[in-house]
């Protein structure tokens, strides 16, 4: 197998606990004499820090409780169990927001995509209850964005973002709400990623969507090979610093059709970052790579990217929305080192352009906008001075 042959990425300090935890999610069998080898001195302790910061205790609880007690601590099952309670019960609140939402934004006209959310939950792991979710991600067309916006603060939801200044769609990709009274959290993208570089439109990805009808409401999400690739660059984006989010591309391969999937990747590119996780996951998990993408794993950059994964998936670290301090340089590298070429020019250029935070930071009237541009190293400057002393203090 090409794989065998192509991964010589290093796991020898990877902890015994990380250890027992990938063993758990890749194993059906559970072999309860392997188990008892796995937890010999295990730190209970560690083990539940790393479950949590991956968020998949619904799936480890679900692969333990019908183990011997003696395997097992009890307090660490009673905890599996309460977070795996407490995950019901949050995809369940989710997943009623999800439908006012979508419901308001159909009737008026709106034409939505779900990103991941409940959906991603019910269709890849075939219960609610089975995949965690911090928020709702809902895709809209570019020209939808400020209706979608007056929709949401009319069902209740604040914007957490600033867009003062006419490039805001430019600079970013998404905007961030949160429910005033119950705290949900919903962001509504108009592109996939942030990447500057020309990508497919909302109407490209409409006609390739898929549909599902949850209690006689229709819901609509993105097809398998747009699915695929915007778990894998949201993954590479984001370090896959959480292993749900390679699970979640294990899920979804017996979906994907390979040949689409190489026209896919000839029209609008991407392949190093599925790459990456394809090699990630045949490492950790073992999963198996269908034959006809499996020269995806042999390129060189997507064997770079996985190597520099494996950098945040050893320790626990938190890179989203803003990366510890500790790892912020080398995560900064890692991002830069995503881009291709154009994509990188971009993004220095983009650097030179004006920020709404720019705007917050010292309000201008309109007609002196223009002064934001030679303004805004000064401005940058000020920002981080100021976030330096707030972490300080």
């Not at 190293?377 to 976030?387: A, E, G, Q, V």
């Amino acid at each position: 197998m090409i794989l065998e042959n192509t991964i010589e990425l290093d796991l020898s300090d990877v902890s015994k606990e990380l250890s027992f935890l990938l063993f758990i999610l890749r194993d059906d069998s559970q072999d309860e004499m392997i188990i008892q080898q796995h937890t010999e001195d295990l730190d209970w302790k560690l083990f539940m820090r790393l479950v949590l910061h991956h968020r998949v205790y619904p799936l480890v609880y679900l692969k333990l409780k019908g183990l011997s007690t003696s395997l097992i601590p009890a307090n660490v099952m009673e905890s599996l169990h309460l977070q795996y309670h407490n995950n019901t019960m949050k995809m369940l609140h989710l997943s009623r927001e999800m439908s006012h939402i979508c419901e308001a934004f159909t009737s008026s006209g709106i034409r939505n995509l779900l990103l991941k959310g409940p959906i991603l939950a019910t269709q890849l792991y075939g219960d609610l209850a089975h995949r965690t979710s911090k928020d709702l991600d809902i895709l809209v067309d570019a020209d939808d964005v400020e209706k979608a916006e007056k929709i949401l603060v009319q069902l209740g939801y604040k914007l957490e973002d600033e867009h003062t200044l006419g490039n805001w769609k430019k600079k970013s990709h998404h905007l961030s709400f949160e429910h005033i009274e119950n705290c949900t959290q919903v962001e509504i993208h108009w592109r996939l990623n942030p990447h500057f570089s020309k990508s497919f439109s909302f109407d490209q990805l409409w006609e390739r969507k898929h549909d599902v009808i949850l209690s006689n409401q229709t819901f609509h999400y993105l097809g398998n090979e747009d699915l695929l690739y915007y778990l894998a660059d949201h993954g590479a984006r984001h370090g896959w610093f959480r292993l749900r989010w390679l699970i979640d591309i294990e899920r979804l391969l017996p979906r994907i059709n390979s040949e689409n999937m190489k026209i896919y990747f000839d029209q609008y590119g991407g392949q190093q970052y599925v790459g990456q996780a394809f090699i990630l996951l045949s490492l950790l998990f073992s999963t198996k790579i269908p034959h006809d993408l499996e020269c995806l794993t042999i390129s060189s950059k997507s064997h770079r990217l996985a190597g520099k994964a494996l950098y945040y998936i050893k320790r626990i670290v938190k890179l989203n929305p803003v990366p510890e301090k500790s790892v912020a340089w080398h995560y900064n590298r890692y991002l830069f080192s995503l881009m291709s070429g154009k994509q990188k020019l971009a993004y220095l250029l983009n650097k030179f352009h004006p920020s709404s935070r720019d705007a917050l930071l010292l309000p201008l009237p309109k007609s002196l906008h223009f002064l934001y541009f030679p303004l805004r190293p000064f401005l940058w400057l000020c920002r981080y001075l100021k976030r330096e002393s707030v972490l300080k203090g």
